[in-house]
């Protein structure tokens, strides 16, 4: 009995843990460049960066001898009070492509400046459908789920597997513990 409810319980837990990572979406994040403090200390390294829609910019830098920070001329983005270590990150987001001049406010003078050139996000086209009559889809996606084929059949097996397990066992017992009976209802009837 306890291990029926052993296989039962371990069976659940794969059926969860498969289902729960068959609908899984790996997101498509954006690049990250990284803008430090070049060994000056009052420059910005890379000075002019190329980037798109999504991409994000982390301001990053540790132990400087000044104390700095990034901070765009309109105010999209701000790292913060000066400081000598900073780990700032500003994701650019669809719509916001242009170009983007961000300053150390107080080393700005000194010509502490940065520019951040943001391109439209890449238009990602799908390729035209060979077969458009096709009723039936590769990938059996329907309003957005997805059928986890392998996942499931796999599941399913070792379900049906474990269920078969189960019922010889009880079956079996219970024939032979019938034969033991009538095995002990002929030696009576003999014996009488």
Known sequence: MKSTILVVMCSVFLLSTVMATSNYEIQDEGEVV???VDSTNLRFSPETITIFEGDSVRFFWSGELLAHN???ENGLFDSG???RNVDYTYTFKIGEN???TYVCEPHES???VGTIIVQSAPIEEEPPDENPSS???ENSETDGFEVPHVE???VIGILLLIFQVIRIRSFGGTKLE???NQEEGLEAEILD
Do not use: H, K
């Open 34 to 36: 990284v803008v430090s």
């Open 70 to 72: 990034a901070v765009e």
């Open 81 to 83: 009070d000066t400081s």
């Open 98 to 100: 242009g170009t983007y």
């Open 110 to 112: 000194l010509g502490m």
């Open 135 to 137: 009723d039936i889809e």
């Open 152 to 154: 499931l059949g796999l």
């Open 178 to 180: 019938d034969a033991e």
